[in-house]
């Protein structure tokens, strides 16, 4: 079964830093398009940064500067590293990925969400 899981989060003063990890499990063929979203309290779910076309990438302006994501296919792991955060920042961060699998009689692909991890930025 595939399945996308969240970690890294937690509470961290403003300035400080974070990592987020999103690990894909299962008979995982191809991970494409790999993204962080975040929701925070009563507002949408929003994009944070993804990639797009093969390595390229892109990021919600807020972000531009201070986070970065970056993946490794070999451990099928998505990171986030998050600087200089803003208690802004502070929401629920979310693993969304297009993931390709052998169901036993052909290919399949099909978009996944993590369960989320918590990110707070408070003093």
């Known amino acids: 079964q595939v399945q996308l899981v969240e970690s890294g989060g937690g509470l961290v003063q403003p300035g400080g830093s974070l990592r987020l990890l999103c690990q894909a499990s299962?008979?995982?063929?191809?991970?494409?398009?790999p993204g962080w979203y975040r929701q925070a309290p009563g507002k949408e779910r929003e994009l944070v940064a993804t990639f797009t076309d093969g390595d390229s990438t892109t990021y919600a302006g807020s972000v531009k500067g201070r986070f970065t994501i970056s993946r490794d296919n070999a451990e099928k792991t998505v990171y986030l590293q998050m600087n200089s955060l803003k208690p802004e920042d502070t929401a629920v961060y979310y693993c969304?990925?297009?993931?390709?699998?052998?169901?036993?009689?052909?290919?399949?692909?099909?978009?996944?969400w993590g369960q989320g991890t918590q990110v707070t930025v408070s003093s």
């Open positions: 969304k990925a297009g993931i390709t699998y052998y169901d036993g009689s052909g290919y399949v692909t099909n978009y996944y």
């Open positions: 299962g008979s995982i063929v191809e991970i494409n398009g």
